[in-house]
């Protein structure tokens, strides 16, 4: 199969032919952020924080095709600034409250802030009135904390292949709603895989609360992004 | 002319305080009134949330003694999980036990060398810039070393058992998410000096022997200063001990006469009221069976030295007995021996810390129980300050629909509001001019009940303290500032 050349920061790099910016770069070593994006599913560049600058232009890493001699910048200070700014913006935009979220710790929103240092919001705070809804028997799901990155609408399907959940409303009054009967058949395996496919604390499944103490959970234990990056050498 | 002096804010009592002390035209007290600026809103706040994240989530309360507030919310999710104090397996049970009194170590030490020890060793007409712990360690270098050192300790116990220092997740609705591994056990039974458990013990019992003596030099003072006749009231084993975690509740008054004993906590409403009162945010508990004008009582180390009738470890038990015989027996009503009590209980605490860490079931993993879910429970700890109370009602998706807690600062709210009257009446009453010694009684008064005002960080250092004399009319005829 034949290789295309590229650049990440001045890294010299090999990819294949249909893959994109992101999947190239992780391909050798180089780890670019994302949020909405998950593996396995058709990518939709909506998070933009994989957001990388070829040839002076903006693209999004995760949808845009590699293409022979492209120069990436991935880790320019600007664009880490914007990352960080678009973070902030996820923060603010919600009530996130990583101190009492089962998902801490496992939360890719909070790994990604803690990667990219942000301290204190450089926006105001929002704090908009969410609420918590139950969702089936098993789930619940807590708009408070909901990025609204559409991973669950495209993943937490029955076995017949109905999305469970849906977007509702636009712009800032977008939700995510969910169809109670639907929600009502999914299996306990189903509702545990929808509350890890959520990269925030936003879909939990009941009664799992603090059983792996802080400290033993995934970005406690390697920062995120660490398990793509191999060290130039 | 008519006055009324106001202290604000208390210093070293964590959160803020205001007193306002009136004085009518000839100089004589009429009114004191200790008011607690204290609205947290966790109650309202926590409604809608999954009940799960309440144990965690509470103890955002406050900043000494969040393990409490964690472990009296995990009680009443325990009852909501369907699994009863007895249903615990012996893992979970003893490594809440531990965290509780490794915190109870720590915030007593906390209390003791910090907070109150600045008074005791250089007297309340002292210069306030040296009467503090800064103070303590340029004069008494070995008593704050000790002082910092068994807070540390206290704190290293926390973080084994509730994985975090402050506002760990440890106890879980049913149970606890880690036990101890045989390597934290060894870090606190085989460190070199001074950082284990034995040392710790050897260092309690030196502070309790420290007030002791102290007591002997000072016994008008320390006998005489805010005493008053109460009821008392705590959380008691079956068999009568001292117990921290769990227990039934007991009430004497003030002549030692159970007024209330063996009463399952889930019912506390059928045992306690709560009083309002239109100048106070903070309400008043009260006994029913005495009714409000007489039910008030104390809670926190004085109250349960009162109750308890044994120290369950031979250290603090032989402690006990001295500290009983002083009052012949009687339940104590000097305010200012709930220092004494409170250093009887740390070494109570570093014992069975101590104990604890040699048992081999903290090594168990059978970790958590589940059992019928119920859609209401109750959770009593007692906290270093006195009797934590938390009640939750869940709906039928799990979320949180009513909450209630009863703190130890309310339940001392009346004894602290004639812990303040009694430094006025006696203190402050005829004097012409308002001196820093003056003021700062009225603070070690508050001071000896610990109250965790709300949960703000100023335990360190000088806050401004401004006193204002007002006349009838509202005019500021004085105004003192430092
Ligand atoms: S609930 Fe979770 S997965 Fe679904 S849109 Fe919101 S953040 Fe994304």
Redesign the interface.
């Known amino acids: 199969m034949s290789k295309i050349k590229f650049s990440v920061d001045g890294r010299e790099c090999f990819g294949k032919p249909g893959q994109t910016i992101l999947e190239a770069a992780r391909d050798n070593g180089v780890y670019i952020p994302s949020l909405c994006r998950y593996e396995g599913l058709k990518p939709t560049g909506s998070c933009r924080i994989c957001t990388v600058r070829v040839g002076g232009r903006y693209m999004a890493a995760c949808t845009q095709p590699l293409s022979e001699g492209i120069t990436v910048e991935n880790t320019a200070p600007d664009l880490e600034d914007m990352r960080r700014a678009m973070i902030e913006m996820l923060f603010v935009g919600g009530n996130h409250m990583c ?4 998902k801490s710790g496992n939360c890719e929103l909070q790994a990604l802030a803690y990667r990219y240092q942000m301290l204190v919001p450089r926006f105001p705070y929002q704090f908009p009135l969410r ?2 809804d ?1 969702t089936g028997p098993k789930l ?1 799901v807590d708009h408070n904390r909901c990025i609204k990155c559409h991973r669950c609408v495209a993943m937490v399907k029955t076995k017949d292949g109905k999305s469970v959940f849906g977007p509702l409303y636009r712009s800032k009054r977008k939700k995510i709603g969910a169809d109670l009967t639907l929600a009502a058949g999914l299996t306990d395996d189903q509702a545990k895989k929808a509350m890890d496919h959520c990269p925030v604390g936003a879909i ?1 499944k ?10 033993r959970r995934t970005y406690d234990k390697a920062p995120i992004g660490s398990d793509v990056e191999t060290p130039r050498t | 002319m008519a006055r009324k002096i106001t202290i604000e804010p208390v210093t070293r009592v964590e959160g803020h305080g205001k007193v306002t002390i009136h004085l009518d035209d000839a100089g004589k007290v009429t009114q004191t009134r200790f008011h607690i600026v204290e609205f947290r809103g966790f109650e309202k706040f926590i409604q809608g949330h999954p009940y799960w994240e309440v144990p965690v989530l509470v103890q955002r309360l406050c900043g000494i003694c969040p393990v409490s507030h964690h472990l009296a919310a995990a009680k009443a999710m325990d009852v909501i999980a369907g699994v009863g104090p007895a249903d615990l397996t012996p893992t979970a049970e003893k490594m809440r036990r531990l965290m509780h009194y490794g915190q109870i170590f720590q915030s007593h030490a906390l209390h003791f060398f910090h907070l109150a020890s600045p008074d005791l060793l250089f007297g309340a007409d002292a210069d306030p810039a040296i009467r503090n712990i800064i103070g303590v360690a340029l004069k008494h270098r070995d008593l704050a070393v000790k002082g910092v050192l068994m807070r540390k300790f206290g704190q290293e116990i926390i973080k084994a058992t509730a994985g975090k220092k402050i506002h760990g997740t440890g106890a879980i609705p049913g149970g606890i998410n880690k036990n101890l591994s045989p390597e934290e056990r060894d870090a606190f039974l085989k460190a070199p000096d001074p950082l284990n458990a034995d040392t710790m013990v050897a260092w309690a019992q030196f502070a309790v022997d420290f007030f002791k003596d102290f007591h002997k030099k000072n016994t008008a003072l320390v006998d005489g200063f805010a005493a008053f006749p109460s009821n008392h009231l705590s959380l008691i084993r079956k068999d009568g001990a001292l117990d921290f975690y769990h227990g039934a509740l007991r009430a004497v008054d003030a002549d030692g006469k159970k007024v209330l004993d063996d009463a399952d906590y889930q019912d506390y409403l059928e045992h306690i009221g709560e009083d309002v009162r239109s100048w106070s945010y903070m309400k008043f508990p009260y006994l029913r069976s005495l009714g409000k004008a007489d039910g008030w009582y104390r809670v926190g180390p004085l109250a349960r030295l009162n109750t308890c009738d044994f120290i369950p470890t031979p250290l603090a038990q032989k402690e006990f007995e001295i500290y009983k015989a002083y009052t012949a027996g009687k339940p104590n009503a000097m305010s200012l021996h709930t220092h004494w009590a409170r250093l009887i209980e740390l070494l109570h605490a570093g014992e069975v810390v101590r104990d604890l860490l040699n048992d081999k079931d903290l090594q168990g993993t059978d970790l958590v129980r589940k059992g019928r879910k119920a859609y209401e429970g109750v959770g009593l700890v007692e906290a270093p300050r006195g009797t934590l109370f938390h009640h939750y009602r869940i709906n039928a998706d799990d979320q949180i629909e009513m909450a209630n807690l009863i703190v130890s600062t309310t339940h001392n709210n009346e004894p602290m509001n004639r812990a303040v009257n009694w430094v006025a009446m006696n203190v402050l009453e005829g004097r012409k001019e308002i001196t820093e010694g003056m003021l700062n009684r009225v603070e070690i008064a508050i001071r000896a009940y610990d109250p965790c005002l709300s949960c703000a960080t100023h335990a360190l250092g000088r806050m401004p303290l401004s006193v204002e004399l007002v006349d009838a009319r509202g005019g500021l005829i004085d105004k003192k500032e430092r």
């Open positions: 101190p009492t979220c089962e609420t918590i139950p619940l939990l009941k009664e799992i609360g603090f059983a792996v103490p802080i400290g």
